[in-house]
């Protein structure tokens, strides 16, 4: 069965540092999401992108997040300089389109846990 | 008041017995609704999708959404210690294009043997 994949699964940097997380989607997915979960809540939606172009980049905090889908295949999330309380799981998901149908589900990949020291 | 209120609990059952988990939610747009499944430290994975309001069964799990009063739950009958997780529900609508997922705060059971 397809999935999403993400990598490092862990990263452990100090405040200040860059860090970037790399997803690759399932592969005919147009669109890919990037969250943030929290310990204790529920993930929260960072960015979107529709192939290569962002759909929404509301919640993305774009003085040290940054987010790219070139070639609308896989994508990079990097966060520089790394903030104490940007400790969380950063998780990657897909989906075939952007509609409300069945087939548009977002199937998550396992996350990159980060911890800033 | 939130979008998405969902007791976090943490619940804990005996095996085989109904498990209940809800949640509530204020936007009126919503028009599907989710249940994901999380097991410590993996990335959610996708239980149940309904669209609108009704009722879905799959297997031992059956999803109800009750728009009118903004209540979504899920059931699970006779529990096993597999279904030991974090249930996180999802809700999305309409909103300009961006199909963007609200998700509640997770519903941490835990089914004893």
């Known amino acids: 069965e397809a999935e999403v994949a993400q990598s490092p699964r862990y990263k452990i940097t100090e405040k200040s540092q860059a860090v970037a997380f790399w997803c690759d989607p399932i592969s005919g997915h147009a669109t890919l999401y990037w969250y943030r979960q929290i310990l204790g809540q529920g993930p929260e939606l960072l960015v979107q992108?529709?192939?290569?172009?962002?759909?929404?980049d509301s919640q993305l905090p774009k003085d040290r997040f940054s987010a790219e889908r070139l070639k609308g295949v896989d994508s990079t999330l990097k966060i520089q300089p790394a903030e104490l309380g940007d400790s969380a799981m950063y998780l990657c998901?897909?989906?075939?389109?952007?509609?409300?149908?069945?087939?548009?589900?977002?199937?998550f990949g396992p996350g990159t846990r980060l911890t800033v020291l | 008041q939130k979008e998405v209120e969902q007791d976090p609990g943490p619940l804990s059952v005996p095996e085989g017995a109904i498990v209940s988990l809800n949640c509530t939610y204020s936007n009126s747009a919503f028009q599907y609704f989710m249940w994901y499944r999380q097991y410590s430290r993996k990335g959610p994975e996708l239980l149940m999708y309904?669209?609108?309001?009704g009722n879905k069964e799959d297997g031992r799990f059956t999803a109800q959404v009750d728009k009118s009063s903004k209540y979504i739950s899920l059931f699970i009958r006779d529990s096993q210690p597999s279904d030991s997780a974090t249930y996180l529900c999802?809700?999305?609508?309409?909103?300009?294009?961006?199909?963007?997922?609200?998700f509640g705060k997770g519903t941490k059971l835990t089914v004893n043997p």
């Open positions: 999802a809700m999305g609508g309409t909103q300009g294009g961006s199909e963007k997922l609200v």
């Open positions: 992108f529709q192939d290569e172009s962002v759909v929404d």
């Open positions: 998901a897909s989906s075939l389109g952007i509609g409300p149908s069945a087939s548009d589900t977002q199937y």
């Open positions: 309904t669209y609108s309001s």
